[in-house]
């Protein structure tokens, strides 16, 4: 017991050391800080047998790298001041495809890895290691390395149909998602609001689905619908030869890109172009965020416009079968996405026809008739070398055999799968989606959730009681109805994908808040130095109001080590002249507001709040995130 401990606090003060010498994001398994450090200046000599391109690519991603920090990469043999990569002759079992060893030395930094995604990984935290600012002396503290991933589904999900961003916006998506080992994007192609991609044999899906007429302003009833004869102009889609383009950009930054083609719900811009495919067969516009369903809380909901393919038309498998024969030759990953989430079946309810294929099939009700829509699909997937992965509502009236689940609506969906044998990916509203709002709702832009990053860090994917083998790993999902740019998109998903890559990558035995969230703070400086739009909500003050004895009370709370709030409730400013917070406390009636603002050694750290007391009155017992 006592070796445990004593071997429990060596593992923890290495991983101390760990952000005292570097802050690396995700937190590697072994990593052993050195008193050896590195020194060099223009030059660095790569030492370097592999032929393999895929490594070869990497390496000259690792070149260019270099040449922003004013070092040459040279190919020329040396004892010293070298890189040093090499692919294991007999590979290290623990490893296996993504894992790497790591070590600075006094003269060499050194790389190995069984397979070029490792190379690719050990760069990736090679990189890490260097001074944000450019200098003409470098000097990398010494360190010995050892990391693989714990998943090998480690995701962010892009939504590029409510709002469409281009080539170049999606590579730089990928490129800063693979700086923290992420290694699935999960494309979300298609939706109400536009088809973004090119299939050839059914052209008016881009002709048509891929243009919306242009609002502004958030999505939802003060949005109008298009007038007569308006023209859609907002939009866009990628041909087939970008996206190619894109796949090969991911490959080279070791990523699969998951194609989503979401069905049978969430169709109205294919219904838009193919009007046929659905009940009713009326006419259709594509969605420019106009509100179209109404929602009565747990789960159930009302499409005031039809947008669900009709499951009992062969018409629709065709045409289903013709989008997934170009989607799998475009993308050469294993899984494709078939959507399932939301779809509203009203109108295969109070169809006729519908009805009476249901009896003829002796489908019962219509979670059945969706199960036998999603067998089919799953079908044509198999049929093109693919696995089917969908949202967790394709087990609804039963799961198609072989189909992987990705969980939203909390785990449960994962937990059934999981014990069925099913393949899972968790992704659950409470801990991975990342279009809700990080802060206080005053300072953010509004939408109807909240998830902080202490919130996010607290995801485990793996329930209790699951088999870990079933669980392939944990994403997080960036839907975009209130992101319209893509400095925004990265707003919305770091730090909070830094929460994700850690859990997803490292042992959850060595997540540590404290720890994490010193490292991120390093991390803001990286993305300032490369002017890349990252939230420091997290820096902000958590505020909390209840009723004691019909009293308005004030909790506040924040989430970085060291540091204090202060706060006023006079309209004085600025609030280092206020409260020093240190207990809850009352906030007066009158004409008045709350600031409220985190300091740390005396120096204002995060954005002050300011929230009229009629605000907090309306908030009363309403739980901000991570408040315990
Ligand atoms: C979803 O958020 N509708 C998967």
Redesign the pocket.
């Given at each position: 017991m006592k070796t445990k401990l004593i071997l429990l606090v060596i593992f923890l003060m290495a991983q101390v050391n760990a952000t005292a010498q570097h802050s690396i994001i995700p937190i590697p398994v072994n990593y052993t800080a050195t008193d050896a450090s590195f020194t060099f200046q223009n030059e660095l000599s790569l030492n370097s047998k592999i032929k393999d391109t895929q490594t070869t690519t990497y390496i000259n991603l690792l070149r260019d790298f270099l040449s922003t920090k004013g070092i040459h990469l040279i190919d020329k043999k040396a004892k010293k001041n070298c890189i040093k990569i090499s692919l294991n002759k007999k590979a290290d079992a623990q490893l296996r495809d993504e894992g790497y060893t790591l070590e600075v030395t006094k003269d060499n930094i050194i790389l190995s890895a069984n397979k070029a995604a490792g190379i690719f990984n050990g760069i990736q935290t090679l990189k890490q290691l260097f001074p944000i600012e450019k200098t003409d002396t470098i000097t990398i503290a010494g360190c010995a390395i050892k990391d693989y991933p714990r998943f090998k589904w480690r995701g962010l999900m892009l939504d590029v149909s409510r709002h469409f961003f281009t080539v170049d916006e999606v590579k730089a998506y990928i490129n800063q998602m693979s700086v923290y080992k992420l290694n699935v994007l999960h494309w979300h192609l298609t939706d109400d609001q536009g088809w973004r991609i090119e299939i050839k044999a059914l052209p008016k899906l881009t002709e048509i689905g891929a243009w919306r007429v242009e609002r502004h302003g958030r999505f939802g009833k003060d949005r109008t619908a298009p007038k007569p004869n308006e023209k859609a102009t907002y939009g866009g889609f990628y041909t087939q030869e970008q996206i190619k383009d894109i796949v090969s950009y991911a490959q080279n930054r070791n990523i699969t890109i998951v194609p989503e083609i979401d069905m049978p719900g969430?169709s109205m811009a294919a219904l838009a172009a193919y009007p046929e495919l659905s009940v009713k067969k009326e006419p259709k516009y594509v969605a420019p965020g106009t509100k179209f369903s109404e929602w009565y809380g747990g789960g159930k909901f009302k499409m005031l416009i039809e947008n669900t393919l009709n499951p009992t038309d062969e018409k629709v498998y065709e045409f289903i079968d013709k989008v997934f024969t170009e989607v799998a030759e475009l993308f050469p990953g294993e899984y494709i996405h078939m959507?399932g989430?939301?779809a509203y079946h009203g109108y295969w309810d109070e169809n006729v026809a519908v009805q009476k294929f249901m009896k003829k099939h002796k489908i019962k009700d219509s979670h059945e008739l969706q199960s036998y829509f999603v067998k089919r699909v799953e079908k044509i997937i198999s049929s093109k070398g693919k696995k089917t992965i969908g949202?967790?509502?394709i087990l609804d009236g039963g799961l198609a055999d072989g189909a992987a689940v990705?969980s939203?609506?909390g785990m449960k969906g994962g937990i059934a799968a999981a014990k069925m044998k099913h393949e899972v990916v968790m992704?659950p509203?409470t801990f991975a989606?990342i279009d809700y709002m990080q802060g206080d709702e005053t300072v953010e832009n509004k939408i109807y959730s909240s998830l902080s990053l202490e919130k996010t860090y607290t995801f485990e994917p793996v329930p209790e009681g699951v088999d870990a083998k079933y669980i392939l790993g944990g994403q997080a999902?960036l839907?975009t109805e209130a992101v319209p740019t893509m400095p925004f998109a990265f707003y919305m998903t770091y730090p909070r994908a830094f929460a994700i890559s850690e859990s997803v990558w490292s042992p959850a035995s060595s997540k540590n808040w404290d720890n994490f969230v010193t490292r991120t703070q390093i991390h803001f400086d990286q993305f300032d130095a490369s002017k890349t739009n990252i939230s420091k909500a997290v820096l902000d003050p958590i505020v909390y109001v209840y009723k004691k004895d019909d009293k308005l009370m004030c909790k506040l709370k924040n989430s970085i080590p060291n540091s204090e709030i202060y706060y006023t409730i006079n309209n004085t400013y600025p609030v280092q002249f206020g409260t020093k917070y240190t207990e809850a406390f009352e906030i007066p009636e009158g004409d008045l507001k709350l600031r409220a603002q985190t300091f740390i050694n005396e120096k204002p750290i995060g954005r002050a709040l300011i929230i009229d007391r009629t605000i907090l009155e309306k908030r009363v017992d309403k739980k901000p995130f991570s408040l315990d």
């Open positions: 969430h959507g989430d939301e949202w967790d509502e990705m939203w609506r992704s509203t989606y999902n839907w």
